[in-house]
C-alpha cells in the first residue's frame, strides 16, 4: 500500500525535462536579435565608421575560429577525461583500501577546486618545453596545456559519476553472478559494467556541456579562443565602448546555440532512461 | 596574530626556501587577509542574492500568469546555457557602459563597482539553478499534507508558510548543497573583471615575489577549506531538519 504521506521524488526529473522544449530557444533567439538591433540602432551616429554591428560581422570568421578552438578543446579534454575518469572510478571500488583511498583522494581533489585555481597550477607548473635525452626539444603549445587542465576537474566528477553507477547496480546482480561462478573481473566486465552505460551517459552528456561552457576561461592565459579572440577583435577595431554589448551577447548567444541542443537532449536521455529503473 | 606566526615562516622561508611571504610580511598578509575576506564576502552575497531569486522564481511558477512562467523559463534556460565567464564580462563590460559614473573629484566611478556586479552576475546564475532545485521540491511535497492543512482550518498562505515550505526546503537541500558549493568555487572566476578576491590577490603576490607553488598551494588550501566548511554547515543543517521517519 502507498503510504499518502510519502514523499514522491519523480516529480523532480519530470519536472525538469517538462521544462525544456524548442519554444525557448527560439524566444530567446528572437531576443538576442532585438537587443542586437537596440545596439545597431545606437551606434549609428557618426557614418564614417562602421557600425558595432557591422564591425561584428567583420570580425566574425575571426571569432568563429576561436570558437573552434573551444570545440577542439572540449573534445580532446572530454576523451581524456572520460578515459582516465573511467579508471578513477574502478580503482575506486577497488577491494584493497590501499588502493582506494588515493583514488579518493584525487578524485575528491579535483571536484572541490575551483577550475581556474586548477587551470593556474597547471598552465604555470608544466614547462614550455620538454627536453628530450637525445637533446631535441618538444614545444608544448599552451592550449594543450589548457587542455589537460580542464581534463582533471571533469575525470574527477566522471571518476565519481562511474563510482555512483556502479553502486547503483541492485546487490542481487552480484550475487547470481558468483552464483554463476564469475570472478569479481568478469562480473564487473560482462554484468556490471553494460548496465551501467546506460546510467552514465546523461550525466556525462551533462559535465560536457558545463567543460565546454568554462572553456572561455582558457582566455586568461591569452590561448586564442573565441574570447579571446573577440576582444582581440575589439581592440583592432578601434576599442569603442560601443562594441562591448553586442560582441558579448553574440558569445553569449554562439555558446547557447552550441549547448541548448545538448541539453535538451541529454533531457530527453534522462526521461528515456530513469535513475530508478 | 601575526607576530605569532612570522618567526615561523621567516625561518621556513631561510632554511627550506619555501616563500610563504603572506605570513611573515606585513604588507604581503595585509593583502593576504583582503583577498580572504572579499572572497568570503563576494561568496557570502553572491549565495544569499542566488537564494533569493531561487525562491522568488519558485514562486512565480504557482503564478496564472502564463507570460511570467514563460519568462521565468527563458531567464532559466538562457543563464544555465551559457558560460558563467562570458556572463560576467557581458554584465561588467556590456552592461556597466550604460550605468552612470559619479564624479568622485577629478575622476568618475562607476556607479556599480565590479565587486557588485560580480554578486550580481553571480547570484543571477546561481539563482537559475535554485529556481529549479525549489520548485521541484515544493513539487514534491504530497497533496495530502496541504489537504490535511486545510481541514484544520490552515489559509493558504498559512498552508504555504507552516506546512509547504518547511516541507520543500527539506527535500531540497541536498540538491541545493551541490549547488551552493558549485556556485561558492565559480566565485572565483570574479577574477576576469578584476574583482580583488584571492585568486586576483595570490596571483599579484606570485607575480611580485616570484613564489608560484608556494601561493597556489594556499590557493588550494584556502577554497579546499571554504569547500569543506561550507558543505559541513550544510549538512549539519540538513541533518538537524531532517524529517524523522524518512530515508535512512
Redesign the interface.
Known sequence: MVS??????S??EA??SS??SWR??V??VL?CLASMAVAWGQSRVNPAVPSALATLVIWLPFILKGFALNLVISFLAMALATLLGIGLGLIQISLHAVVRAPARFITH?FR??????IL??VM??IPVEIRVPTGGKIPIPDWIKATLAFTLPVMGNISEIVRGAVLSIPTGQWESAEGLAFTRSQTLRWIILPQCVRRIIPPWMNWY?LLT?????A??FSIHEA?ANAQGAMEAAGAR??F??PF??F??CL??AY??PI?VWTRNLERKYPVGS | MLELIAPFFRQLYERTGLNFIVFYEPYEFGRFLNGAATSVRLIFWSLLLSLGIGVLGAWTQGARSQALRVGVNAYIQAFRNTPPMIQLLFFYFGLGAFTPSVDMGGYSQPLISSFTWAIISLGIFGGAFNIEIFRAGLEAVPEATQEAAESLGFSRWQTFLYVTLPLAFRISLPALTNNLVSLAKTTSLAYVITVPEMTYVLNQVWSDNINVPEMMLLLFMFYVLVVTLLAAGLHALEHRLALPGYGQ
Open positions: 499518502p504521506f510519502r514523499i514522491d521524488k516529480p523532480i519536472r525538469l521544462l525544456l525557448h530557444g524566444c530567446l531576443g581533489l572541490n577546486s575551483p577550475w581556474l585555481v593556474f597550477v604555470l607548473i556541456a561552457l568554462s572553456t572561455p576561461i582566455s586568461i574570447v565602448p560601443e562591448l554589448f558579448y551577447l558569445l553569449l555558446f547557447f549547448i541548448y541539453a
